[in-house]
């Protein structure tokens, strides 16, 4: 998995600090998050950096290979590198938490370029281009919704 992503909503995101404080793995991990300047850390028992989170209220859009994107707010994710895997179990639950919330539109993306997720009303779409989903773990965390693979490929 990449070091940065962006979760780009179509409608106002939820309230980050809400959202993350209502994340399961945050309990079952013991992590804790710390306000930042600019968003959210989430450190694991040692205190050291999972990853980080910061929101944008700013509208704009970004071009896919479905057309223009627009957006009304987004947040920006980076991973720790030492602890990336721990990271990439937080950001898939994260992602989890946001299917089975009330967002209804929403497109989790990597390094600005590479769709991996797009839920649109009630359906989920996997990019079948991104590697992420060809890890059964990863998979297993959006297997209990109903998700249909596609292909986003960069433009």
Same mark, same amino acid.
């Given at each position: 998995m990449a070091l940065e992503y962006r979760v780009l909503f179509a409608t106002p995101a939820p309230v980050l600090s809400d959202f993350l404080f209502q994340l399961p793995t945050v309990a079952t991990t013991h992590s804790s998050l710390v306000q930042e300047e600019r968003g959210w850390s989430i450190l694991d028992e040692k205190d050291e950096l999972i990853l980080s989170i910061s929101a944008s209220e700013k509208a704009d859009y970004l071009d896919f290979s479905f057309g223009p994107y627009?957006?009304?707010?987004?947040?920006?994710? &980076? #991973?720790?590198t030492p602890? &990336? #895997?721990? =990271?990439? /179990?937080? #950001?898939? =639950?994260?992602?989890?938490?946001?299917?089975? =919330? /009330?967002?209804?539109?929403?497109? =989790?993306?990597?390094?600005? /370029?590479?769709?991996?997720?797009?839920?649109e009303a009630d359906h989920v779409f996997l990019n079948s281009l991104s590697s992420t989903w060809e890890d059964s773990e990863a998979l297993a965390q959006v297997s209990s919704i109903g998700y249909t693979f596609t292909e986003y490929p960069v433009v």
């Open positions: 627009h957006y009304q707010s987004s947040w920006y994710i &980076r #991973f720790n602890n &990336r #895997f721990l =990271a990439k /179990e937080m #950001f898939l =639950a994260l992602l989890k938490h946001l299917l089975v =919330a /009330e967002v209804s539109k929403f497109l =989790a993306i990597f390094n600005g /370029e590479l769709v991996l997720l797009h839920k």
